[in-house]
């Protein structure tokens, strides 16, 4: 069974700063996802990542997929709280993907 | 209207009892998926049917079963709750999109809580 990590598993940081959490396995992913979670919602979709150091961005969000595709990094520029929720990954081959635990992100006004 | 909608959204009922969560979609999409999420260990895959006639289990199946009783429909039972099982639920549903990873489109969840 292939397995995701994530880190930190929560983090409170204030409005304006920058912040990064992380997505790791020791297995190879063909792709990558991340998702994020606002409280009393379903995770919605954020961003799919498919090459090894592929680097996409989503406004003030920047997504980076490892070059050996068993690591990936959400990087967000002048936090807001609206940012505020649970950010997951999920990878895996073709459909049977797996979720990471999520991290827990809170930014304060 | 949401695409993906999930009955009832809150439940509360005791250990033994039997239970049904309903999932429904407007999504016109072949595949549908029921998840748990426990604090710290993320989304789990209960079971997942890709069509009406195709049922799987996932990671999870066990006190588990599940019914696609039409494309839009795909409700999961506990046939004997256990006091375990309380967790959020998710259903999701998603298309086929070739070797990419699909697009999971999620219900809002239904808590369950079992006394």
């Known amino acids: 069974t292939q397995l995701l990590e994530q880190s930190p598993q929560f983090l409170s940081i204030q409005e304006g700063e920058n912040l990064t959490v992380y997505c790791n396995s020791s297995?190879?992913?063909?792709?990558l996802q991340w998702y994020r979670q606002e409280p009393g919602e379903g995770p919605v979709l954020l961003v799919t990542?498919?090459?090894?150091?592929e680097v996409k961005k989503l406004k003030r969000l920047t997504f980076q997929f490892g070059d050996a595709r068993k690591d990936s990094s959400l990087h967000i520029t002048a936090a807001q709280p609206g940012d505020t929720g649970l950010y997951l990954c999920a990878g895996g081959p073709g459909q049977n993907f797996v979720f990471g635990p999520g991290t827990r992100l809170s930014v304060l006004p | 209207d949401a695409d993906v909608t999930q009955t009832p959204r809150n439940r509360i009922t005791k250990t033994g009892k039997r239970i049904m969560l309903e999932c429904s979609q407007t999504?016109?999409?072949?595949?549908m998926y029921w998840y748990r999420q426990d604090p710290g260990l993320g989304l789990r895959l209960i079971y997942y049917s890709f069509d009406v006639k195709d049922i799987n289990k996932g990671e999870i199946s066990d006190g588990y079963s599940v019914s696609r009783q039409a494309q839009a429909k795909f409700s999961l039972s506990l046939e004997s709750a256990i006091p375990n099982q309380t967790a959020l639920y998710f259903c999701?549903?998603?298309?086929?999109?070739?070797?990419?990873?699909?697009?999971?489109?999620f219900g809002p969840g239904t808590r369950l809580t079992v006394l």
């Open positions: 999504k016109g999409h072949d595949r």
């Open positions: 999701a549903t998603s298309d086929l999109t070739g070797n990419l990873l699909d697009t999971q489109y």
């Open positions: 297995s190879v992913f063909s792709s």
């Open positions: 990542v498919v090459t090894g150091g």
